[in-house]
């Protein structure tokens, strides 16, 4: 499957987003009030005890030896990013943790609309309290077990950082995905071997973790932002079964491709309809047999043209050049159907047929935000979408 560093990112970004929805924020309030309670006290802490240690210095140094004063304080500002970020941090998943789980979870049913239990949320996380930080203590001694040659090799110029921080990105990736695949049963061991399967994507996503924690104020709301945004990552790209299938999706049929597109993330997937790749997932699919595809679109059908041009450029990162003259409509063979009915414009929007005329204009809002092709669409694409807007609404 198709993956880089940069989606692996995107799903940070996404958590961002997440933790800002109204149904979302009562169950952010406890992780940033422990991430904020934590962070804060231990850089107080810490630059106490420096400054203390800096005076009892000073008593003891001769003059001539002041200078030391102006090395030491960046040295120590390394150590606080160093110990408070890694070690306090990992203090505050400890406490949070539970209330992380939640998290997940509810940013599962944002996503999916499909709950994984029916009890009393706060009931069952206190029965599940003591397993869960017994989880969170395995994931700690992970990390440390782990850090100690890659401290050994901090040392090493150049190279020893950059593993630092490879190793960094990995540990954020495990302990935030830990919250979304545990509420689904995996086990520590087999967690981590999926990540390993999309390491690139794995390690996108922890070192735009570790690259946020290292924000003063910013990294407040990281412990919450990383949990939804690896409930996402958990979901689409981890998941065996396909179920991120909510009511926040789209689908736009043409001859031969089938796109489908997140309103929340702006991901963008789908399926070959017609051809010699026909039922094979756009993911799974190389990027040359799609432009091969694409070549063949040019001739025969200039609609899943312009869709497959959209899914190639936001989804893969292409640049598509100056493209051929669309097919004259005489050389083209006839549209399955010239109307759009009631169901492709609902399948569109991705409303429900009960959806008020507010879920379907707030539906339109989003997806034409994303479509536009000020933004990166097609004038099909956003032609689309205000064609299901108007058939719903009048």
């Known amino acids: 499957m198709f993956s880089n560093p940069i989606s692996g990112a995107g799903y940070l970004l996404q958590g961002v987003r997440l933790i800002a929805r109204p149904g979302l924020r009562r169950f952010v309030l406890i992780p940033l009030l422990v991430n904020m309670l934590v962070f804060t006290g231990a ?18 140094m001769p003059d001539w030896l002041g200078w030391l004063n102006w090395l030491l304080w960046p040295i120590f500002g390394l150590l606080i990013l160093v110990v408070v970020f890694y070690s306090f941090g990992m203090v505050a998943n400890l406490v949070a943790s539970p209330f992380n789980n939640l998290l997940a979870e509810k940013v599962e049913l944002l996503l999916t609309g499909q709950p994984l239990e029916q009890d009393n949320d706060f009931r069952r996380m206190l029965a599940e309290l003591v397993p869960t930080l017994l989880d969170e203590l395995r994931k700690i001694l992970y990390a440390l077990l782990w850090a100690i040659p890659f401290l050994l090799l901090l040392f090493v110029p150049i190279v020893g950082p950059l593993l630092w921080f490879l190793y960094t990105a990995w540990i954020l990736t495990v302990q935030y995905s830990d919250y979304p695949m545990g509420n689904h049963g995996l086990k520590f061991g087999e967690m981590r071997q999926r990540l390993r399967r999309r390491r690139t994507l794995s390690l996108g996503f922890g070192a735009a973790a570790a690259g946020m924690g290292m924000i003063p104020v910013v990294n407040f709301i990281l412990m919450p932002s990383a949990v939804a945004g690896a ?65 063949t679109c040019y001739q025969m059908d200039a609609e899943s043209a312009e869709a497959l041009e959209v899914y190639l450029v936001k989804a893969r990162g292409q640049r598509i050049e100056e493209p051929p003259p669309r097919p004259r409509p005489d050389a083209a063979p006839a549209p399955e159907s010239a109307t759009m009915n009631d169901a492709e414009a609902r399948a569109i929007l991705g409303v429900e047929p009960e959806a008020s005329a507010e879920e379907i204009q ?20 956003a032609a689309k979408v205000n064609e299901a807007k108007r058939l719903l609404t009048t």
């Open 231 to 295: 409930t996402a990552m958990w979901l689409r790209e981890f998941k065996t079964t396909n179920s991120y299938q909510g009511p926040h999706q789209s689908r736009v049929a043409t001859r031969y491709v089938l796109l489908t597109i997140d309103h929340l993330s702006g991901h963008i997937d789908g399926e070959v309809r017609a051809g010699p790749l026909q039922g094979r997932s756009l993911e799974r699919i190389p990027t040359n047999d799609l432009l091969g595809l694409l070549a």
């Open 362 to 381: 707030a539906a339109h809002r989003r997806l034409i935000q994303r479509l536009h092709p000020d933004r990166g669409g097609s004038d099909y694409l």
């Open 43 to 60: 850089i107080y802490v810490s630059f106490s005890q420096f400054e203390g240690l800096m005076a009892s210095l000073d008593a003891r």
